[in-house]
């Protein structure tokens, strides 16, 4: 296993994200270059469809450094090499990724509307569990989307498995047209009264889905105080 590969386990490139700190698009793939040990060397990290590769290349001399990722490989200037390395691969996680969890058509689809709409992207407040990210105002902070993965059975589904989800808010008279508890049920973890949960699994067609996203969107920015 290559040493970049434990930075990125289970993370998600945002493309938007890695443009505004400084990737040059070539195709599908994105390439990063920058000066590290005071430009004694240059570190190119190159992120594809299905991989992510370093290589750190010595601007003097014109030959690749390959002892940071060497097994065992010790030193005061090896030490210095792959702290600089790993601080970068680490920055462009923080900054560029996101946890690969949800794999929803919807979950793309609705992020890729928010985030142009709205220029907000979904938050991964919580290291354990993973599984669950909200979209939130920048000022105030309140949620207007939580998404989640749950057992079917938390929703009283007759299946073993884990499903998709989003939360959203809507005005109370609106939910009992709406709740059918087979594709659309009360709020998941949120208040009854104000939330809906939509499952997302097709069943819901998206135009519908980003009318209630707006609507949660105008709600939350209407009202102060906690999430209801």
């Known amino acids: 296993m290559k040493n970049e590969a434990q930075f990125f386990?289970?993370?998600k490139a945002i493309p938007?994200?890695?443009?505004?700190?400084g990737f040059a698009q070539t195709g599908a793939d994105y390439v990063y270059k920058t000066p590290i040990l005071n430009g004694n060397f240059i570190l190119k990290v190159?992120?594809?469809?299905?991989?992510i590769l370093t290589n750190i290349r010595d601007t003097k001399n014109e030959y690749d450094y390959i002892l940071h990722n060497v097994l065992g490989a010790e030193g005061k200037f090896v030490g210095e090499v792959r702290s600089e390395y790993e601080?970068?691969?680490?920055?462009?996680?923080?900054?560029?990724?996101?946890?690969?969890?949800?794999k929803s058509t919807e979950f793309e689809v609705i992020t890729k509307?928010?985030?142009?709409?709205?220029?907000?992207?979904?938050?991964?407040?919580?290291?354990?569990?993973?599984?669950?990210?909200?979209?939130?105002?920048?000022?105030?902070?309140?949620?207007?989307?939580?998404?989640?993965k749950v057992n079917a059975d938390k929703l009283g589904?007759?299946?073993?498995?884990?499903?998709?989800i989003v939360d959203l808010k809507l005005k109370p008279e609106y939910l009992d047209n709406l709740i059918d508890n087979?594709?659309?049920?009360?709020?998941?973890?949120?208040?009854?009264?104000?939330w809906i949960t939509i499952l997302l699994n097709?069943?819901?067609?998206?135009?519908?889905?980003?009318?209630?996203?707006d609507i949660s969107y105008f709600l939350t920015t209407s009202r102060q105080g906690k999430n209801e």
Do not use: T
């Open 87 to 102: 601080k970068v691969l680490k920055e462009i996680r923080d900054r560029c990724f996101v946890p690969d969890v949800f």
């Open 182 to 194: 087979v594709k659309i049920f009360p709020g998941y973890h949120m208040n009854k009264k104000h």
């Open 202 to 213: 097709n069943s819901v067609p998206i135009a519908e889905i980003f009318k209630f996203i």
């Open 46 to 51: 190159l992120i594809s469809r299905n991989d």
């Open 113 to 148: 509307y928010v985030a142009k709409k709205y220029g907000d992207n979904p938050e991964f407040l919580w290291d354990k569990p993973p599984d669950a990210a909200v979209l939130r105002h920048k000022n105030s902070k309140k949620w207007y989307a939580v998404f989640m």
């Open 16 to 21: 938007e994200r890695l443009k505004e700190y």
């Open 9 to 11: 386990e289970r993370k």
């Open 157 to 164: 589904l007759q299946a073993p498995n884990e499903v998709e």
